[in-house]
């Protein structure tokens, strides 16, 4: 009967676009260990840390070019966030994270699959708006009275490191105020409220020509390490590890050193 | 009658389930509230520094809305001049600006760069960064809350009171002290109420246009915002903080509301 | 002169002028829409005219030629209303109370003299009480206190009765009749009772201007247009004056003379429905006054029924007015005796 085969078509393509619907862990491949090597397929969703955007776009794109058949799928939030996200179960397959303190809550609560690899390093830079209104020089010049000096606050991983360059030089800066993500302390500088702003070298390169930025040497008495891993209970566990190693391929590293970061 | 009052089932079915839906993510939270530490949590520098920081502005912003908001209503309601309409438009715009582009806006208003912040710059006088900035952005965000709710209630009382009031030898002021604010008084109170509930959990213009500085600007969302990072627990306990004061607040202003209905205060 | 008053409103199609002297009260009658309440609005200040000029004591209320307007809180004129808009945030001592605080009379004075004025109107033992406790009486009388209490130069009244039940509508009436006793003031009303008891000139009004004023007893026992005879129901004809009666439309009829009026000059005559009678037959009596008239229609009053025609109306008993099968568009006759007829002039 017409009706009949009707039904039975829309219900074939319920399910195919149900199947296609699916949440990104699911692949179109049926559960069967990819025994081969030729020709990796699946997508997998990355959570990575927010300083990490620009950088892992572009290894997305390069990977999934390299990889037809594959799609990587980006998340990019404060590491914190991420982690919070992971730990209540959130779909994800891989995780970077901006500091190791973070990693360890994942890995902590057993959700990593095997060790994570350390893939680059960030170390802090003066950031100040065009023209260098206040004239700082060096780092002993946030500490200055006049000046209005924007940090991280001291609860994330970009604070932690301002703190410990201040312990370490005996330089205390009194900032007018204390940002919850780095994004944040680069927005103050580039708009001009902020006369200095202490962010990463990373930041400063993506800002371009929005800000100046003041290396100094004492940056390297807080090095920040940024982790990644392989998470468990992925539904596309050799694309996963396969991106993984992608980052800390020579192209990957690469990447990574164009945009700022440090290898590690 | 039975408890429904009247009440189609279907439709108080579908008013439990919006009930809980607000309800449900409350009392998840409140499960994972550590209470073993909760009272040290709450008790350190850092949070009363923010809740007493918190309430100062929200006061501060509250009173500023009543200070400006009223006139408003008043115009509004009262007033007929051409582009009333798009004038009101306007003023409920914090309303549906998302708070981050309203404290961007703030800030190219009155930053170091802005509009009238560069002027206010020469004369010495600098609001980034500083306490009057919160407040700022609380008035902001809180001001449309006030007006909404008084304008309302102004066109519900009317004019004819006010005309017998000057007829009886009532200047506009006296009339605005004696008639009008009185008999709207309830709207105020709960406007004013409102307004300072979310001025309370202003979040996104605070913290894109006054920065976060223990005890001069980061406010209690502020620091929930910050503790998130490092200690969830806090967070947790210092949200619950917030939301039993929001109760309070809101359950006074409901209070208030309709107590404030003495003698039949709008008929 | 207290009140000299002439405006002009283009919209509403308002334009009039008349004067109020000291110590009068003016009654304002007239159909839904004649200005009536656009005329009040205009001497209290809560409307501007498109032209015109009003002074009060000599002191100007409005004058449009020199641009002048003084606003409703300085005029020193009082307003009633239907609803005695009792301020419900205050109790009733605060409100009569309100008009002498405005002036800025020190509390403890305003409230002994609101006493005083509330034991004027009777209505000392509800000083405490709050509106919304009232019935519609005891609020309009405190309303009439709230007004006199300011000391207004002028009281308006916008059909004070009108909201209230039958029964309390007298007490109110004689309350106002004694307070208005010496003070200048505007009464609009749809009701020629209230007319008689309080205004000394009546007004009538129709559609933006003045068609009749004069003496209250004048205007309203010797009406000389349809709309102020049918506010006092009265039958009207007009004419011209004859040696004996009035002739009016080709007839003639006799009637007596209330006043000196000139044999040809124009004339009014008046009769009332209960001296008409009504038949399907010419009527006998060649000394009284008959007329031919088409039914219009019937109204019911109380224990009679109205029997209208075009220009006649006469109450007839519903026995008589089914014996004589009556019914819109029958022809029948009204007779009244010359007696009944009163003429004046037109």
Same mark, same amino acid.
Request: net charge positive; proline share 0%.
């Given at each position: 009967m017409k009706t009949t085969t009707a039904s039975a078509a829309l219900f074939l393509a319920l399910g195919l676009a149900l199947a296609g619907c699916a949440s990104n862990a699911e692949t179109a491949e049926p559960a069967e260990p990819s025994a081969t090597t030729d020709a990796l397929e699946g997508t997998i969703t990355v959570f990575a840390a927010a300083s990490l955007k620009g950088t892992f776009t572009e290894l997305a794109d390069d990977f999934e070019a390299a990889n037809p058949g594959t799609t990587v799928e980006l998340n990019f939030a404060g590491s914190s966030d991420l982690v919070t996200q992971i730990t209540e179960g959130a779909p994800a397959d891989v995780f970077a994270s901006a500091d190791e303190k973070n990693m360890a809550k994942v890995t902590d609560a057993a959700l990593a699959e095997g060790e994570p690899v350390d893939f680059a390093t960030n170390v802090l830079e003066i950031a100040v708006p065009p023209g260098n209104p206040a004239g700082i020089e060096s780092f002993a010049d946030l500490a200055g009275s006049d000046a209005k000096v924007v940090v991280c606050a001291p609860a994330v991983p970009c604070g932690a490191a301002t703190a410990a360059v201040e312990t370490a030089t005996g330089v205390d800066i009194t900032p007018v105020s204390e940002e919850s993500s780095v994004t944040d302390v680069l927005g103050k500088v580039v708009s001009g409220e902020a006369d200095a702003g202490l962010v990463y070298v990373t930041d400063v390169i993506a800002a371009g020509d929005a800000v100046e930025g003041i290396e100094f040497d004492e940056s390297d008495e807080a090095v920040n390490t940024y982790p990644v891993v392989a998470l468990k209970d992925s539904a596309a566990p050799d694309v996963a590890q396969a991106f993984v190693d992608y980052i800390a391929s020579e192209a990957g590293q690469k990447v990574l050193a164009d945009a700022g970061f440090g290898t590690p | 009658m039975t408890v429904l009052g009247g009440v189609p089932r279907w439709v108080a079915a579908l008013a439990a389930l919006g009930a809980l839906f607000v309800v449900l993510p409350l009392a998840a939270m409140i499960t994972r509230v550590n209470w073993a530490e909760f009272l040290p949590l709450i008790t350190s520098e850092s949070s009363v520094a923010a809740l007493l920081l918190s309430l100062r502005t929200s006061l501060a912003a509250t009173a500023l809305c009543v200070v400006f908001g009223v006139p408003m209503a008043l115009v509004l309601a009262r007033a007929r001049f051409r582009g009333q309409k798009i004038l009101r438009a306007l003023v409920l715009l914090p309303l549906v600006l998302p708070p981050v582009v309203g404290g961007i806006a703030l800030l190219y208003t009155? /930053? =170091? =760069? /802005?509009l009238i912040g560069q002027s206010l710059e020469v004369l010495g006088v600098t609001i980034a960064f500083s306490t009057t900035a919160v407040v700022l952005a609380q008035t902001f965000v809180a001001l449309p809350f006030l007006v909404l709710s008084l304008e309302g209630a102004l066109r519900t009382v009317g004019t004819r009171y006010e005309a017998v009031g000057a007829t009886l030898g009532a200047g506009p002021t006296t009339v605005l002290r004696r008639i009008t604010l009185p008999l709207v008084f309830p709207a105020l109170l709960s406007g004013a109420v409102l307004s300072f509930a979310r001025a309370l959990g202003e979040f996104g213009a605070t913290l894109t246009f006054a920065g976060s500085l223990q005890g001069t600007t980061r406010t209690l969302p502020l620091e929930i915002y910050l503790q998130r990072e490092t200690s969830p627990d806090t967070a947790v306990a210092l949200s619950l903080v917030l939301v039993v004061v929001a109760v309070i607040v809101v359950g006074f202003a409901h209070q208030a509301g309709s107590s404030g209905l003495r003698g039949g205060a709008i008929r | 002169m207290t009140l000299s008053f002439e405006a002009r409103v283009a919209d509403r199609g308002f334009d009039l002028s008349f004067d109020v002297a000291p110590g009068e009260t003016v009654a304002v009658l007239g159909p839904n829409g004649a200005g009536k309440s656009t005329l009040l609005n205009l001497v209290a200040g809560l409307v501007r005219p498109d032209a015109g000029r009003a002074t009060l004591d000599g002191e100007v209320l409005f004058d449009t030629a020199a641009g002048a307007f003084a606003a409703p809180h300085i005029r020193g004129i009082s307003m009633l209303a239907q609803d005695a808009l009792l301020f419900p945030h205050l109790s009733v001592l605060e409100n009569v109370a309100f008009g002498p605080r405005s002036a800025g009379v020190r509390a403890s004075v305003a409230r002994s003299a609101a006493r005083d004025w509330l034991a004027e109107v009777d209505a000392l033992d509800l000083a405490e009480r709050r509106p919304a406790q009232l019935s519609g009486g005891q609020a309009q009388r405190i309303a009439v206190a709230r007004a006199l209490a300011s000391e207004p130069r002028l009281l308006l009244l916008d059909e004070p009765m009108a909201a209230l039940d039958v029964s309390v509508a007298p007490a109110i009436r004689r309350t106002l009749r004694r307070v208005l006793e010496d003070r200048a003031a505007i009464v609009v009303t749809h009701d020629i009772l209230d007319a008689f008891t309080l205004a000394d000139r009546v007004l009538v009004l129709d559609a933006g201007g003045i068609v009749d004023e004069g003496a209250t007893r004048e205007v309203l026992e010797r009406p000389r247009i349809r709309f102020t005879a049918g506010l006092a129901g009265l039958n009207l004809l007009t004419g011209v004056r004859t040696a004996e009666g009035l002739l009016t439309d080709g007839v003639e009829l006799r009637g007596a003379a209330v006043e000196a009026v000139a044999i040809g000059a124009p004339a009014a005559a008046s009769v009332r429905p209960s001296a008409v009678q009504v038949s399907l037959l010419p009527p006998p009596d060649p000394a009284g006054n008959r007329l031919r008239g088409i039914v219009r229609d019937l109204e019911p009053r109380g224990d009679l029924v109205r029997v209208r025609a075009e220009g006649l109306s006469a109450d007839v008993t519903p026995a008589r007015a089914a014996e004589l099968d009556l019914a819109s568009g029958t022809p029948v006759w009204f007779a009244f005796p010359a007696a009944a007829l009163s003429v004046y002039g037109g």
């Open positions: - | 009155f /930053g =170091r =760069r /802005g | -």
